[in-house]
Nanobody, 129 residues
């Protein structure tokens, strides 16, 4: 059973930075599509960033130039470096993974799909103005 555990969230002022981590266990297949989505209570899931098995990365327009997704396959860990944070970035951030081979834009879109295989409990990010 795949497990995804996020960490690194917190409260920061606008302009600050945070680095989220997602430790994955229960699989060693580096062909998974992985990424991050965020969600506010009662709101729809919003894709943030995705990285496919070939290393192709896609970002939401709202965070381009500020956030960077990366992964360390040797540690089975996914990261999200978040810089220049804004109050509108406040949300619960979830790590996600899918065992099907999705490439490029499809890997990003699967984050929002009801068929998404795995996601973690999330880590809260709060940005104050």
């Amino acid at each position: 059973q795949v497990q995804l555990v996020e960490s690194g969230g917190g409260s920061v002022q606008a302009g600050g930075s945070l680095r989220l981590s997602c430790a994955a266990s229960g699989y060693t297949n580096n062909r998974y599509c992985m990424g991050w989505f965020r969600q506010l209570p009662g709101k729809r899931r919003e894709g943030v960033a995705a990285i496919d098995s070939e290393g192709t990365i896609r970002y939401a327009d709202s965070i381009k130039g500020r956030f960077t997704i990366s992964k360390d396959n040797t540690k089975n860990t996914l990261y999200l470096q978040m810089n220049s944070l804004k109050p509108e970035d406040t949300a619960m951030y979830h790590c996600a993974a899918d065992s099907a081979v999705y490439i490029g834009d499809d890997c990003y879109r699967i984050l929002l799909s009801p068929t998404l295989n795995y996601w973690g409990q999330g880590t809260q990010v709060t940005v104050s103005s």
